[in-house]
């Protein structure tokens, strides 16, 4: 893991928001560099004092994928425990609005330090030939793409 994650986000829990935005059969995914090689996980980030889950969502769609999108219901929550990391995330359905998708950037990371190397549609065949430890924990819990539409709960991963 790369020294600017550790600091920016290490040694405090960080309450996060994601969401699940498909379009036909194909799943949104960002691919982050995070120095020990790429992991993919649907678009998101972390919620800001004062905002709402929902707008922290818009927000962090739009910076990171160009896209605008309606929030929708709650679907589950994750948590993510791995010192000196610590993670709640958040994940409602969205649904496209608007825009073209584009490789977009985290602005609490540097001009020379963006991690977001790439943002697609990405199908579920797609994303199980991609290593399990690329991608997001919440794909170890479901192997069919209605699995994850139907995910309710909360889960340690």
């Keep these: 893991m790369n020294k600017e994650i550790t600091e920016l986000y290490g040694n405090r829990v960080r309450v996060r928001v994601s969401g699940i935005c498909w379009r ?7 691919n982050h560099s995070l120095g020990n090689g ?13 905002q709402t889950a929902q707008g922290a969502l818009i927000r962090e769609f739009e910076e990171e994928t160009g ?9 589950f929550a994750c948590e993510f425990i791995e010192p000196p990391l610590h993670a709640i995330e958040l994940f409602f359905n969205v649904s496209y609005q608007s ?24 199908t ?7 290593r399990s430890e690329n991608l997001h924990g919440i794909f170890k819990l ?13 889960w340690k991963i």
């Design 124 to 130: 579920f065949s797609e994303l199980k030939e991609l």
């Design 142 to 154: 479901c192997k069919e793409p209605q699995e994850l539409m139907n995910l309710t709960g909360y």
């Design 24 to 30: 036909d059969t194909r799943l949104l995914m960002v």
């Design 99 to 122: 825009g073209q998708i584009k490789t977009g950037s985290d602005p609490e990371m540097g001009v020379q330090k963006q991690i977001i190397q790439e943002v697609k549609w990405m």
């Design 67 to 75: 896209i605008i999108v309606e929030p929708g219901p709650f679907q």
């Design 38 to 50: 790429d992991f993919w996980a649907p678009p998101g980030g972390g919620i800001e004092t004062g």
